[in-house]
């Protein structure tokens, strides 16, 4: 399984941004997708994740009623609506996804599959 983030950029606060994750390989295999985030001199942290099949999105409650994780499997591709972005927002952005059934949906511990980051930058 190989993972390809995209849609990172440079954006006011308060503006929007959507991330894209396109995977690519054996995706059936696949049982959840996440995002975390990794600012610089700080250790990466859980966003948000979602069953690979559907149901609903797990946040981190910093991100809670700004950011949206939805997945369309037909185009084998996950995304993050990142909405009234804060500067604080501002990290490298993985998308990431795990082949194990686990409770645990924001320990990074249980992804086994990475992308490269996408950077995003929230101006104040």
Partial sequence: VQLQASGGGLVQAGGSLRLS??????SFRIFRMGWFRQAPGKEREFVAAIAWS???GYYADSVKGRF????DNEKNTGYLQMNSLKAED???YYCAASDQISPNYSGSSVYDYWG???QVTVSS
């Fill in 21 to 26: 994750c396109a995977v690519s390989g054996r």
């Fill in 54 to 56: 559907g149901g609903r």
């Fill in 68 to 71: 949206t994780i939805s997945r």
């Fill in 90 to 92: 501002t990290a490298v």
């Fill in 116 to 118: 490269q980051g996408t």
